[in-house]
């Protein structure tokens, strides 16, 4: 590509230095400075022309010349308040980008995409920071935002863990949240020398691709979560001794006793004697709604 795009360490250690920018710690900031990396993004990103992208955490604005490039619009949503000077410089020849500095979390999403995209459907892009990666991903998704998908640079790690089935080491309560809403696809590893500074883990490109139709879809998605969270808290034990020892105030409403709880999972055919980890998605709804159905009951 040519200039003024970013994405090798040349341009990007003079724009830093150009203005004396130091490095934040709490804001987990790593730069990508591999220009097939941010390609590979950007194919993953299936951006067309007339998209609405979100950037969660530009940066210097690296990737946002990347999504600027391919898509009709683009918010760049930064934390960092000494980068905005950057961006405004880094992005100067883009007029369809955005930059707000603001906190992700703190940003009402849904009022932003009605203002912003008239309320249809977003592609969000980022290269996150690892220290608050499954907050803002859940976020994403628990928000109920029109979303179509979510392609992000995270650590490899939690990217295993998020595509991860039954049985393995990784399965756990991110792989169900994650899956329950999108499906998972790791679409590339990168080392921690595409960076400034380097990390000190490996990292993975992830495309998380929003469900229209969920294959499954629990009735009460609160009561599934607090299900999934008890399961995975003392994943050793069996099913029934974690959702029994389970601290949460609002399971104890239900009254799981042992006795309940294996005739429960009797009902929709599961062993009492397994393990949570052992569960499928499928199965932890089927749990989930047979709970409901009995509290409803009152049987």
Same mark, same amino acid.
């Given at each position: 590509?040519?200039?003024?795009?970013?994405?090798?360490?040349?341009?990007?250690?003079?724009?830093?230095?150009?203005?004396?920018?130091?490095?934040?710690?709490?804001?987990?900031?790593?730069?990508? /400075?591999?220009?097939?990396?941010?390609?590979?993004? /950007?194919?993953?990103?299936?951006?067309? *022309?007339?998209?609405?992208?979100?950037?969660?955490?530009?940066?210097?604005?690296?990737?946002?010349?990347?999504?600027?490039?391919?898509?009709?619009?683009?918010?760049?949503?930064?934390?960092?308040?000494?980068?905005?000077?950057?961006?405004?410089?880094?992005?100067?020849?883009?007029?369809?980008?955005?930059?707000? #500095?603001?906190?992700?979390?703190?940003?009402?999403?849904?009022?932003?995409? *009605?203002?912003?995209?008239?309320?249809?459907?977003?592609?969000?892009?980022?290269?996150?920071?690892?220290?608050?990666?499954?907050?803002?991903?859940?976020?994403? %998704?628990?928000?109920?935002?029109?979303?179509?998908?979510? /392609?992000?640079? /995270?650590?490899?790690?939690?990217?295993?863990?998020?595509?991860?089935?039954?049985?393995?080491?990784?399965?756990?309560?991110?792989?169900?949240?994650?899956?329950?809403?999108?499906?998972?696809?790791?679409?590339?590893?990168?080392?921690? #020398?595409? %960076?400034?500074?380097?990390? +000190?883990?490996?990292?993975?490109?992830?495309?998380?691709?929003?469900? *229209?139709?969920?294959?499954?879809?629990?009735?009460?998605?609160?009561?599934?979560?607090?299900?999934?969270?008890?399961?995975? #808290?003392?994943?050793? +034990?069996?099913?029934?001794?974690?959702?029994?020892?389970?601290?949460?105030?609002?399971?104890?409403?239900?009254?799981?006793?042992?006795?309940?709880?294996?005739?429960?999972? +009797?009902?929709?055919?599961?062993?009492? #004697?397994?393990?949570?980890?052992?569960?499928?998605?499928?199965? %932890?709804?089927?749990?989930?709604?047979?709970?409901?159905?009995?509290?409803?009951?009152?049987?």
């Amino acid at each position: 590509m040519v200039e003024p795009y970013l994405g090798n360490p040349k341009r990007t250690i003079e724009i830093l230095q150009k203005y004396h920018f130091m490095f934040q710690k709490r804001y987990g900031q790593n730069f990508l /400075i591999d220009e097939h990396v941010l390609q590979k993004i /950007i194919e993953a990103s299936e951006i067309q *022309d007339d998209d609405f992208v979100l950037e969660i955490g530009p940066g210097i604005g690296t990737l946002t010349q990347y999504i600027a490039s391919k898509a009709r619009k683009v918010c760049a949503v930064e934390v960092d308040r000494s980068l905005i000077p950057i961006l405004e410089d880094t992005l100067m020849e883009w007029n369809n980008v955005v930059i707000l #500095n603001q906190d992700i979390l703190q940003t009402d999403l849904a009022k932003l995409i *009605d203002e912003q995209n008239e309320g249809r459907k977003i592609k969000v892009v980022a290269n996150l920071p690892y220290y608050i990666t499954t907050p803002i991903i859940m976020s994403l %998704f628990e928000k109920n935002i029109p979303l179509s998908s979510v /392609i992000v640079m /995270i650590q490899k790690e939690v990217a295993d863990r998020m595509q991860a089935q039954p049985g393995t080491k990784d399965y756990g309560a991110l792989s169900l949240a994650v899956q329950y809403y999108a499906r998972p696809q790791i679409i590339a590893t990168v080392p921690q #020398n595409c %960076f400034i500074p380097r990390p +000190k883990v490996s990292s993975c490109v992830i495309r998380l691709t929003r469900y *229209d139709n969920p294959p499954v879809k629990a009735r009460n998605e609160k009561l599934l979560f607090k299900l999934i969270h008890a399961s995975f #808290n003392q994943r050793r +034990k069996t099913l029934v001794n974690s959702l029994r020892n389970a601290k949460d105030q609002d399971l104890g409403a239900y009254n799981l006793t042992k006795e309940r709880l294996e005739g429960i999972l +009797k009902k929709v055919g599961l062993d009492p #004697n397994i393990r949570g980890e052992a569960l499928a998605l499928e199965e %932890f709804v089927k749990l989930a709604d047979a709970i409901e159905d009995e509290a409803s009951t009152g049987s």
